[in-house]
């Protein structure tokens, strides 16, 4: 399991918007498959010029990925990404790919990709995301799996993105 903390920031000035600064990449090894991710600041000018911390304007995800299993309804092998998200931007959209993995002798496989953008509030609202997608590829074999998703906030500013991977776990299809 993983967690990346990110985020980029963004200064609007007379002359527009100016990156100001932008970190990431930095893993850390966490429980629960979940990475949390600051994705938008955006700062208004003050008379000065200088934004102040209320001007800031920002929104962050938190991501996990859920343990893989058999779905009775779905037929299927699947896991779930839950995305959290906050801040004081009214709502972001939000891009979650995942894809379920597996090992095949000393290879590693892939069995489903699901790729889906939301909108999404900022007041701490879950919304859970599907791998594979309702009505795409059925897996529907016996195997050790384990979930792995990247998200990243596309929208009103396009952010880094942060990746969260699910404990791994045998499945036994029926």
């Known amino acids: 399991m993983s967690a990346s903390l ?3 920031l963004l200064f609007a000035t007379s002359a527009g918007a100016v990156e100001a600064g932008h970190s990431g990449g930095e893993r850390v090894r966490g429980e629960g498959g979940s990475a949390q991710t600051v994705i ?12 102040t911390k209320r ?14 299993h058999w779905s009775k309804g779905a037929k299927s092998v699947i896991y779930k ?41 900022t007041l701490g609202n879950t919304a859970t995301f599907y791998t594979p997608v309702t009505n795409g590829k059925k897996v529907k ?9 990247t998200a990243q906030i596309v929208s009103p500013y396009k952010g880094t993105s942060a990746k969260a991977d699910s404990k791994q776990r045998y499945v036994k299809a029926p």
Not at 87 to 109: A, C, D, M, W
Not at 141 to 149: I, K, Q, R, V
Request: hydrophobic fraction near 30%; include cysteine; proline fraction near 5%.
């Open 6 to 8: 990110i985020g980029s």
């Open 40 to 51: 938008t600041e955006i700062a208004a000018p003050t008379a000065a010029g200088a934004p």
């Open 55 to 68: 001007d800031v304007k920002q929104a962050y995800c938190k991501v996990t990925a859920d343990t893989p």
């Open 81 to 121: 990404t839950r995305v959290q998200c906050f801040g004081n931007i009214p709502t972001v959209r939000v891009k979650v790919t995942g894809k379920l993995k597996y090992y095949s002798g000393q290879f590693e496989q892939t069995a489903a990709t699901s790729s889906e953008t939301r909108k999404m509030g």
């Open 141 to 149: 074999y016996s195997a050790n799996f384990w979930g792995h998703s």
